[in-house]
C-alpha cells in the first residue's frame, strides 16, 4: 500500500491506465501515463496488477514455483 498517494487517488490512476490500454501493446506499457497522473510508472504497475488480480489468487511472493513434469 502506498503511503503517499489517497486510495481514491490509486483508484482512478488504474482506471485511467485501463482506458489508455487500447492504445498500447500491453496495460503495462499503458502505465506510461503515469509521470501525467503524478506518480511513479512502477507504482501505476503495480497497482494495476494488483486490481487485475483478485485477492484469494495472487500468488504467496515466498512461494517456490517447480516445473510439472510432461512425463
Same mark, same amino acid.
Given at each position: 500500500?502506498?503511503? +503517499?498517494?489517497?486510495a481514491e487517488?490509486?483508484?482512478c490512476?488504474?482506471?485511467m491506465g @485501463?482506458?489508455?490500454q487500447g492504445e498500447h501493446p500491453?496495460?503495462?506499457?499503458?502505465c506510461v501515463i503515469a509521470p501525467k497522473? +503524478?506518480?511513479g510508472v512502477e507504482s501505476l504497475r503495480t497497482w494495476t496488477r494488483?486490481? @487485475?488480480?483478485?485477492?484469494?489468487?495472487?500468488a504467496d511472493p515466498h512461494r517456490?514455483?517447480?516445473?510439472?513434469?510432461?512425463?
Open positions: 500500500m502506498s503511503k +503517499g498517494h489517497p487517488q490509486r483508484e490512476d488504474v482506471k @485501463l482506458d489508455h500491453s496495460i503495462f506499457a499503458a497522473l +503524478g506518480v494488483r486490481a @487485475l488480480v483478485p485477492l484469494n489468487e495472487r517456490v514455483f517447480r516445473p510439472v513434469n510432461a512425463s
